[in-house]
């Protein structure tokens, strides 16, 4: 797995939003692997979520960032998927948090919910935080085990 691709998806509700944070990966120097939609035209966020969460369990990118209105229903659609932890973050503290603790492989953003700049923010802080491991780590464990 490339820690140096990250995969994005929206759906019509989050493309505008999904391109600048694809143009803000590229200018921190990841690659992008952007699975669509490519308008603003009406899509269906479920296909773009499973389409991200299938991207990340073959491996052909390590992180994802979906967005669509709320981020909600697209964040639901890649969780589906047992090896997505895809966290809903709206501020800087949820983003890092999500890391260290739970060690969330994919930002879910709403793009009706948060302006440009703190999507910025949030995206940086994602990718530049580790996880804490130790304690976190059975926790997280919990979260791939068959229910």
């Known amino acids: 797995m490339n820690p140096n691709v990250v995969a994005v ?10 391109t600048l944070l694809a143009d803000e990966l590229r200018a921190l120097g990841y690659q992008v692997l952007d699975l669509g939609t490519d308008s603003g035209e009406s899509v269906d966020y479920p296909d773009f979520g499973r389409a991200l969460a299938e991207t990340i369990a073959a491996g052909r990118a390590e992180r994802g960032l979906v967005v669509c209105g709320t981020g909600i229903g697209i964040s639901i659609a890649a969780n589906r998927n047992p090896a997505v932890r895809a966290a809903l973050c709206h501020d800087t503290t949820s983003a890092r948090l999500c890391r260290e603790h739970n060690d969330a492989n994919v930002l879910a953003l709403g793009a009706r919910l948060i302006g440009d700049e703190v999507a910025k923010d949030c995206l940086r802080v994602f990718l530049g935080t580790a996880f804490a ?9 919990k979260l791939g085990a068959a229910v």
């Not at 998806?9 to 999904?18: R, T």
């Not at 491991?133 to 464990?141: A, E, I, L, S, W």
Request: charged share 30%; proline share 0%; net charge positive.
């Open 9 to 18: 998806a929206s759906d019509h509700a989050g493309f505008a939003l999904k």
């Open 133 to 141: 491991g130790g304690r976190h780590q059975r926790r997280v464990d």
